[in-house]
């Protein structure tokens, strides 16, 4: 029998759960909150070292590195990343309290589940990666096309001057000049439970700062009330949101929306002689983001305010577009999708499935940026992520590294050796 045919049976048998598990810990124990990725980087940089690839690093920002690793080969070229970043854990301690999960970086094992920040999102998908490539050499097989793994940072959001995809941005410049394999297909590991997501949200962030004139309250006549005049505004808003939701639905990320989510204003005992407000632009895949952008210009209509008012808008979240970040959408019946699919499948029964991201990363520097097919597939839930839940369940994650480990042997091929065959 031919190994190819056997390839999921061997991949099992040869798997070893503690080591993989070990693995996915030790990157847990690891803080990289968004900012301090090197560290993380570093250790990343040993782990694709011992599998035979050669690594590279570079700083994406000052202080703060990427790190890859390359097999070059013959054949199709396949690239896997993932972010090395993770969001704060502010409160995680307090929220525990005297349980063993209150270690944000412990990687508690509980009710199936390994917890821990990054859990999720996504040192499970790095690890899975790696552990896939690690469980090939234990098989004895080697892939035959070229592989890079790549780990980059400044993914997340939340921390101050840190999170617009400079990581992502410094990946695109080193492929664009030769420095990093040019993939043909890339798999970016951000949690989707083993689906396979094709297409994502894009969006963008409107920071709105409405000035009036406050004066005291006995003589409200003398300020200009910007609280009421952002009113006016959010009417606007919540419009917009309605024809926004009675519009076009895309198959798998649903409509576009727009949300308000901040107001902040007033003051004791005065008119409030400044507002601010913040909403969230969520667009579906094939809708143009400047555009997006012109018609919710058109309907605030912030040029139009009472009189002694004025209104500013910024556009504070800028990634792969100045102004936000681009939905993206590739095609799902392609040859690698359809075979990641089977190769998931096989692994973890009732997984693999085709879906959309609920979320924005960073797919866009890939299939804009550089002309390269890709998709979200990973082990772990994005709705635990962010969170003091962040878990991952530890049958979905070895079985992510089964697939991994499918995947890129049969995207790649396999160089015949006398080991290859039975």
Not at 55 to 76: A, C, I, K, N, Q
Not at 175 to 204: C, H, K, M, S, W
Not at 280 to 309: T, W, Y
Request: proline share 6%; hydrophobic share 40%.
């Amino acid at each position: 029998m031919n190994l190819r045919d056997d390839l999921p049976g061997r991949l099992e048998l040869a798997q070893n759960a503690v080591a993989d598990l070990a693995l996915l810990k030790e990157a847990l124990a690891i803080e990289s909150v968004t900012g301090n990725e090197t560290p993380f980087a570093r250790h990343l940089e040993t782990q694709l070292s011992g599998l035979g690839l050669d690594t590279g690093r570079g700083e994406f920002l000052d202080g703060r590195e990427s790190v890859w690793g390359t097999r070059h080969g013959d054949g199709p070229n396949l690239m896997i990343l993932g972010h090395t970043d993770t969001v704060h854990v502010r409160g995680w301690e307090d929220h525990w309290q005297d349980d063993p999960r209150r270690d944000p970086f412990g990687g508690i094992e509980r009710d199936g589940h390994v917890w821990g920040r990054g859990s999720s999102d996504l040192k499970g998908g790095i690890c899975a990666a790696i552990a896939g490539m690690r469980l090939l050499q234990r098989a004895g097989i080697t892939p035959a096309g070229g592989l890079t793994l790549a780990f980059i940072g400044d993914e997340e959001s939340g921390e101050p001057g840190s999170g617009v995809s400079a990581g992502a941005r410094d990946l695109v410049r080193r492929v664009a000049a030769g420095e990093i394999a040019r993939p043909d297909f890339a798999l970016y590991v951000e949690p989707t439970n083993l689906d396979v997501y094709t297409a994502q949200i894009g969006f963008f962030i409107a920071d709105i700062t409405v000035t009036g004139k406050t004066a005291y309250f006995g003589t409200p006549e003398l300020g200009a009330d910007a609280l009421k005049a952002a009113h006016a505004l959010l009417s606007r808003i919540w419009k917009h949101e309605a024809e926004l939701d009675a519009g076009p639905r895309h198959e798998l990320v649903g409509a576009s929306s727009i949300l308000a989510t901040t107001i902040e204003s007033g003051s004791f005992i005065a008119v409030p002689g400044e507002c601010r407000l913040s909403l969230i632009r969520k667009l579906r895949p094939g809708e143009d983001l400047d555009v997006a952008v012109a018609a919710f210009e058109a309907a605030l209509d912030a040029s139009n305010m009472p009189d002694g008012i004025s209104a500013a808008v910024e556009y504070p979240a800028g990634r792969d577009h100045a102004k936000g970040g681009s939905p993206v959408e590739t095609t799902p019946d392609i040859a690698p999708i359809r075979l990641l699919q089977d190769c998931v499948q096989i692994a973890r029964p009732g997984a693999g499935r085709i879906g959309g991201a609920p979320y924005w990363s960073e797919m866009p520097f890939l299939t804009d940026g550089i002309g390269c097919p890709a998709v979200y597939c990973a082990p772990g839930d994005i709705a635990v992520a962010h969170t003091y839940e962040e878990r991952i369940e530890t049958e979905e994650y070895l079985a992510a590294v089964r697939a991994f480990a499918l995947f890129i042997a049969r995207y790649c091929g396999i160089e015949p050796t006398s080991s290859n065959s039975t």
